[in-house]
C-alpha cells in the first residue's frame, strides 16, 4: 500500500489558480497510475484527473479539460495538479489516489474553496 498525503489547498477568489501537490509518505507512487477526485459536499464523488505511471498519457474530466494539469515527478514520489481560471463551484476536497492492480489508495483530502 501507499501512504498519500495530499497539500496546497485553500481559499482563493474565482479566476485565481492554485497548486495541489501529494505524496507518498510510505511506499512508492512509482509503479502506479495517479489520479485525482474531488467531492463537494451534498455531491457525488468526481474524477478529477489521471496520469500514467510512465507519465506519457493523461485524462481529464469533462469540466476540468483545458483547466487543469495533472503531473508527477516519480523521483519526487508526487503528484501535482495545477487548477487554473478556478470557478466556485471548484470547491470541493480534492483527493489523490494511487491505483494499484489490487486495489486504490487514497490520501486524507485537501479542502480547495474558490470564492465569487
Known amino acids: 500500500q501507499v501512504q498519500l498525503v495530499e497539500s496546497g489547498g485553500g481559499l482563493v477568489q474565482a479566476g485565481a489558480s492554485l497548486n495541489i501537490s501529494c505524496t507518498a509518505s510510505a511506499g512508492t507512487i512509482t509503479n502506479y497510475a495517479m489520479a485525482w477526485f474531488r467531492q463537494a459536499p451534498g455531491k457525488e464523488r468526481e474524477f478529477v484527473a489521471v496520469i500514467s505511471q510512465n507519465i506519457d498519457t493523461t485524462f481529464y474530466g469533462d469540466s476540468m479539460s483545458g483547466r487543469f494539469t495533472i503531473s508527477r515527478d516519480n523521483a519526487k514520489n508526487a503528484v501535482y495538479l495545477q487548477m487554473n481560471s478556478l470557478k466556485p463551484e471548484d470547491t470541493a476536497v480534492y483527493y489523490c489516489?494511487?491505483?494499484?492492480?489490487?486495489?486504490?489508495?487514497w490520501g486524507q483530502g485537501t479542502q480547495v474553496t474558490v470564492s465569487s
Open positions: 489516489t494511487a491505483r494499484r492492480t489490487d486495489g486504490t489508495d
